[in-house]
């Protein structure tokens, strides 16, 4: 469908979002995943507008991630195009009802065809929960959420992973072909044996670093490049450092992704969250709303 989003005027960007969710609800028959069995089974304030309000308030007003903000800034300033928006309990309650339909519209984005031949990227990031001192005591969403310590950061958290496997752009953010969260504990060595993969290169960090891994990815045509681990007080002059050199700036732009995600949807904050589906509509909303505006599917206008 064609979008007008990419107008200044935010009001039309409301209706092509408002327009482009009912398009996917009811001719995609996305509506299936979240269908009613009740005499509610059409409420006066449906689920498209509840969709495009949330998506609509975490894309044009980027600092507000917190349900209490996204609630209050529609009730203020979007009252005429939301009349019927109901109270903040209540709309917590729906917009965590359609996380079946967020992850849908996210693996429409980002489910692209793995292209043989090419070079990805893969890494990981942490979204903490709790950290420092109250890390040992958290027991929010323990369903999936452990204790865990993040090398790259150097400190200890209670909360989950993301992992994002990202195809190589030249001069751009990589796009995101699987993504995928697990407990905070999990090893990023089990998270890549998980995918299917087949023909391609992955440049990873030494998180990846295993023969083992190696070996079960060049049976299926993969080729797994890791930086040189050092020895402390050993140095090398073999020419292997420069390809670990290598390794390392096609791995630079992965890093900028999740710097980008954190900084427009403060992915990795989730100190708010006090369950285990608060948790879920946060890491899936702000994928959602970050894969959007990533593709330029919809863009926040220019004042």
Known sequence: MQSLFNANDWESQLISLYLDLNHYFYDQGWASYIERFSPNKYPK?????????YLFVRIYFPQLHQMKQIQS???LFLSAWFPKLPKYNTYL???KRLLPVMIKFLDKLSNQVLEENKEYIIDSCPIEITSKLRCNQSK???????HSYCASKQKFYYGIKLHILAICQTQKLPIPCYIGISEGSMFDIKALEALELKNITI???LAYQSDELSKKLKANGCHLKTPRKHTKGKFFFDGKDTASTDVSKKRQPIECLF????????IQDAHFVRSVQG????????????MLLLFKKYEIPTP
Request: charged fraction near 20%.
């Open 140 to 146: 929010i969403a323990n369903e999936i959420a452990t």
């Open 73 to 75: 800034m529609i009730k």
């Open 259 to 266: 710097a980008w995600l954190n900084e427009k949807t403060n």
């Open 279 to 290: 948790l879920f509509l946060h890491v899936w909303g702000s994928l959602l709303t970050s």
């Open 93 to 95: 309650a729906r917009v």
């Open 203 to 205: 440049n990873a960090d």
């Open 45 to 53: 304030f449906d689920d498209v507008e509840v969709l495009s309000s």
